[in-house]
């Protein structure tokens, strides 16, 4: 090998006619050195030369099949450990908790294109892909995996699905966890993954051979199949925690630059996991728009979910900015603004940022108000009559300054929290197997169990809770707005009662192909399909007069929403929330029942004409001009 001093551009490893390039972000390092590896054990080191901020060399003849780490020596108070080997932050090839020193291989993407679904069409489906496929009902030949999700696009497509929300990928460690499961007295794992470590290099835990190559082949075929990808990324906090032994790349590369730290040099935990990324330091910003960058011109995601992105609007003091440098840089990035960007508008500290994300940029948000207002009304909750209605016309008291219900991303629930089973069947969460005494999770679900506290065999019971799935799914794909369904709530898949499984990697968080009911897969396809087909359920700006009718009792104590969309076809949908069955006069027209929650699953396109609307208690229904053509 011989050794030159390099360059300090690119960061990261790369190669520059025929020389092996590495280079690295430190502004206070006073020493860096670069640690070759073979199958695990050292057999170089080599110190760097620093341009500005940038440490950098350059080795020609490098050997194939190296890995490669960093060790860096600074001040004490930075918290350097000059005997830590780090792994590069910008790493796109990881094995054995190493760097690999090499180019990702060429990849035939077949002239793939993005599908460039248009905001008000998407149907997104949040999945994990480990869980989605790892139960052995699957039948996959590789579950578990990229390979396995794309096994059963199949299944997706018979939905209507034509976006998927990936948890958390980038790479992390799995095993970094204490935790025990009180129950059977195993470790847990960090199953959902948001714990990340590395920013540039897809999750190894969710391939059989080849991370990189099997996550562009799964991308590369959802979008044969006309499906988006859309990945949850978390840039608010890292893998490395507040664990002063636990030294991975950030904390002994540059602490007080990748972190927000207090004036005693503790880490700030406006992300509840303990650290947070200093993500509007000049050189933090670039790292994460290189990455932002990187999956989306090489692995060709079509947009990003941001957890707790809040964060994104902090300084470097933890303070938030009307101006935030990063969201600045993002809207005027020209590879960036192409792909969606859905923000969780929050952190785990108290800045809660619910509409204010769209005046940054082309956002969508989570919308959790969404969330909680359906939960409380459809349950039966006085005096939500009115909230109700307008986050079915798609949050205009949110996203006014928008102008649009496309800002909102409607749902009811999330990998975080109760599945729609447990919302209907669980009053109290039950999370004793997360080994935290029950004190983890949200105490504040707005459920109703319908009667029994989780399983039961009263017909009556399960007949309300299979009626409330129905209201809530229903409510979800006829709201203005992006409607965003979980994975297992297409069969009702239940966790008893546990809202916070993130260390469950098992049957608790696993897809169980084996549960599968065709009567609700028609149901929801057909639901998909319906809100496909009509336009009014899809408007790209906020209802007027002129667009809509309501038949509703204002008053605070109605449990009824009544409505009529005035398009072509007409569609009037109501939801009686009560516990008393209601009739109800329909408007001048030839009305033709579509579907009734009352009518366990079924779909009905030819029903008779109807000049009232009966509802029995906790039902909903849709009902459509008979002059219209059946969808």
């Known amino acids: ?126 999945m994990h892909v480990r869980g989605f496929t790892k139960h052995p009902s699957s039948g996959v030949q590789h579950p578990g995996t990229y390979l396995g999700v794309i096994e059963k696009i199949p299944h997706l497509k018979k939905l209507g699905i034509n976006a998927v ?59 044969k199949n006309g499906i988006e990808v859309i990945l949850d990324v978390v840039y608010n906090h890292t893998g490395e925690e507040n664990d002063l032994s636990y030294y991975v790349h950030f904390r002994g590369i540059d602490n007080c630059v990748y972190y927000i730290l207090s004036p005693d040099g503790h880490y700030m935990n406006y992300t509840g996991c303990w650290n947070t990324v200093n993500a509007n330091h000049p050189a933090v910003s670039r790292f994460i728009l290189d990455s932002l960058r990187y999956w989306v011109e090489e692995m060709h995601v079509d947009g990003f979910r941001f957890d707790l992105a809040s964060i994104f609007t902090r300084d470097p003091k933890g303070l938030p900015l009307s101006h935030p440098p990063l969201l600045d840089l993002m809207n005027q990035d020209p590879v960036l603004k192409k792909v969606k960007w859905i923000a969780e508008a929050w952190d785990a500290a108290g800045l809660y940022q619910l509409g204010s994300f769209p005046k940054w940029g082309p956002w969508s948000e989570w919308n959790g108000h969404y969330r909680d207002t359906v939960r409380r009304f459809l349950k039966g909750d006085a005096g939500h009559a009115g909230s109700f209605a307008s986050v079915q016309c798609g949050s205009e008291m949110i996203y006014a300054s928008s102008k649009t219900p496309l800002s909102s991303v409607n ?120 809100r496909k087909q009509h336009p009014a359920l899809r408007h790209t700006q906020f209802l007027v007069d002129a667009e809509v009718n309501w038949f509703t009792n204002w008053d605070a104590h109605s449990h009824g929403v009544a409505y009529q969309l005035k398009a072509a076809p007409s569609l ?60």
């Open 1 to 126: 090998m011989k050794i030159t001093i390099g360059v300090p551009h690119p960061l990261g490893f790369s190669m520059q006619n025929g020389m092996a390039n590495f280079a690295l972000f430190s502004a206070h390092a006073e020493k860096v050195t670069l640690g070759l590896f073979q199958n695990g054990h050292p057999i170089k080191e080599i110190p760097l030369q620093k341009t500005g901020d940038v440490w950098h060399v350059g080795i020609e003849g490098l050997p194939e099949n190296l890995e490669y780490a960093y060790r860096c020596d600074g001040p004490k108070d930075h918290l350097y450990k000059p005997d830590a080997w780090l792994i590069d932050p910008r790493a796109k090839l990881v094995r054995n908790l190493r760097a690999v020193a090499a180019m990702p291989a060429p990849f035939d993407w077949e002239g793939d294109a993005p599908p460039r679904i248009r905001k008000e069409d998407l149907i997104i489906y949040e």
């Open 165 to 223: 929300e990936l948890m958390p990928l980038f790479g992390f460690d799995p095993t970094y966890t204490k935790k025990i499961n009180p129950k059977t007295g195993q470790k847990l794992v960090n199953y959902w993954g948001y714990n990340t470590l590395h920013f540039f290099a897809p999750m190894a835990w969710y391939a059989e051979k080849d991370p990189l190559a099997e996550f562009k082949t799964l991308v590369r075929e959802l979008h």
């Open 411 to 530: 749902f009811i629930t999330a990998h975080d929290g109760y599945t729609l089973r447990d919302l209907v069947s669980y009053q109290s969460k039950h999370n004793l197997e997360n080994g935290e005494e029950n004190r983890d999770g949200n105490n504040q679900n707005d459920s109703w169990n319908c009667g029994v506290e989780g399983e039961t065999k009263d017909p009556a019971i399960l007949a309300l809770r299979e009626r409330q799935m129905r209201n809530f799914l229903l409510a979800l794909f006829v709201a203005q707005g992006i409607p965003m369904l979980f994975m297992g709530d297409e069969y009702g898949h239940t966790r008893y009662g546990n809202n916070n499984p993130y260390g469950q990697d098992n049957e608790l968080n696993w897809f169980l192909w084996n549960q599968q009911d065709e009567k609700k897969l028609l149901f929801l396809s057909s639901l998909i399909a319906f």
């Open 572 to 631: 009037y949908i109501a939801f009686n929330a009560s516990a008393q069955t209601v009739t109800l006069p329909l408007p001048k027209g030839n009305w033709q029942s579509v579907v009734n929650t009352a009518d366990d699953w079924q779909w009905n396109t030819k029903g008779p004409l109807l000049t009232t609307l009966q509802l029995i208690p906790y039902s909903a229904s849709i009902l459509q001009e008979s002059s219209s053509p059946n969808f």
